[in-house]
């Protein structure tokens, strides 16, 4: 098969790239940093380690558990569709990937949810995490924290004193701290809303654009 056509298969590849690497880098720094422990790299860019609830960024949407079931009841949906535009032709390579790239991110912080409580330790400064047997961890199973490293402080400035309500505070920017999971899902909605967004209403989109898109 080309290239092109085999395009399940690289759906399959790109999906399991981004859950490798990014289970890779939570695994290495979960069990090598301490929570809130900051490594500079460069001056914008950090490696700090903290753990959320919450959904990409460290946001917070309702309790946990309804949040891990959330995001399992996603990613599930994401495979069937994923499963589904392989086999259409009008869908670009591009285009499945782009979803492929969603997915993946999906599901690696889905397994921070529900398997990371039942195996690692809490990491209390000083002490780093470590693998214990299966249920004597520190939460139980769909209970677990998403683990976050990136930290891009690009620049910061003092808002003036004479502005109303930010006057004299700090602005940072990017403050948040992600994971590479939260940057495959932000790099795919991107590249949808970008390259991809006729797709998204569900129509037949013109066949010459089709075959130039990949």
């Excluded at 259409?88 to 999906?106: C, M, Q, S, V």
């Amino acid at each position: 098969m080309s290239f092109k056509t085999n395009k399940g298969f690289w759906a399959i590849i790109v999906a399991l790239t981004v859950i490798l690497i990014d289970q890779v880098i939570k695994i290495w720094v979960k069990t090598s940093f301490f929570w809130g422990e900051d490594m500079e790299i460069f001056s914008w860019f950090h490696l700090k380690f903290i753990q959320n609830n919450g959904m990409a960024f460290g946001m917070e949407m309702g309790p946990k558990l309804f949040l891990t079931l959330f995001r399992i009841v996603v990613v599930i949906f994401l495979i069937w569709y994923l499963i589904r535009i392989t086999s259409e032709k009008d869908k670009p390579l591009g285009y499945i990937i782009t979803i492929a790239l969603i997915t993946a991110g999906a599901a690696g912080n889905i397994i921070d949810c529900v398997f990371y409580g039942e195996i690692f330790t809490n990491p209390i400064p000083p002490e780093v995490a470590t693998f214990v047997p299966w249920g004597e961890g520190y939460a139980s199973l769909f209970h677990g924290l998403v683990v976050d490293m990136f930290y891009f402080p690009l620049f910061e400035f003092v808002w003036p004193q004479w502005l109303p309500w930010v006057g004299g505070d700090t602005f940072s920017f990017f403050d948040p701290v992600f994971n590479f999971a939260d940057a495959s899902i932000c790099v795919g909605i991107f590249v949808l809303l970008i390259k991809y967004y006729r797709f998204l209403g569900g129509g037949k989109p013109d066949k010459n654009k089709v075959e130039h898109a990949d």
